[in-house]
């Protein structure tokens, strides 16, 4: 049983932020002034067989950093957007591409970059650790703070309620 006030079997695209969502909040920084992200494995574990399962995943981060493109690429996710100031332009066009209607589309944000995208999604969504402006934006807030399992929580319910969480011999390897 799913968590989510949403009808969880619309959803055939999800959209991740990634520095408080895929990662957290807090980031060391380089000696070379870039942040070193870490990234979630069991994050990761439902992000793969979510492309695997047939959903379009995309990332969009004002982040430029090439080992956001590296990680994401290796879990097989197509759409990813980096370096991006303004994302509500990004997100419609890769809604265009995919042909996603907002109602179809969740989107996970956690800060005052994302709430334009939020708001033109179906099912808007923010980590625990989240800005206040994210939660009340939000038709869920995860029991997970960014980078600690909140998209894996989000993908999990979004599977299981379509029947897509180990429900084959695809749900049990990378």
């Known amino acids: 049983m799913s968590s989510i ?7 055939k695209g999800i959209v991740f932020d990634v520095d408080g969502v895929l ?12 942040p070193r992200r870490m990234a979630n494995i069991k994050d990761g574990y439902a992000l793969q067989l979510a492309v695997k399962k047939g959903y ?3 990332i969009i981060t004002g982040g430029k950093d090439i080992a956001i493109r590296k990680r994401f690429e290796a879990l097989g996710i197509p759409d990813i957007y980096t370096d991006v100031p303004h994302k509500l332009p990004i997100l419609t066009e890769w809604m265009e591409k995919r042909h996603l209607k907002p109602e179809e589309v969740a989107y996970m944000g956690d800060d005052i970059p994302d709430l334009h995208c939020m708001r033109h999604v179906g099912l808007p969504c923010s980590p625990f650790d ?14 997970f703070s960014g980078g600690y399992g909140c998209a894996r929580d989000l993908l ?11 429900s084959d011999t695809d749900s049990f390897r990378w």
């Open 5 to 11: 006030n949403y009808d969880l079997k619309n959803i």
């Open 56 to 58: 379009s995943i995309a």
């Open 156 to 166: 999990e319910q979004i599977m299981k309620a379509q029947d897509h969480w180990l």
């Open 23 to 34: 990662s957290p909040s807090t980031i060391p920084l380089g000696e070379d002034g870039y």
């Open 130 to 143: 989240a800005c206040w402006e994210a939660k009340q934006s939000s038709v869920y807030v995860s029991k």
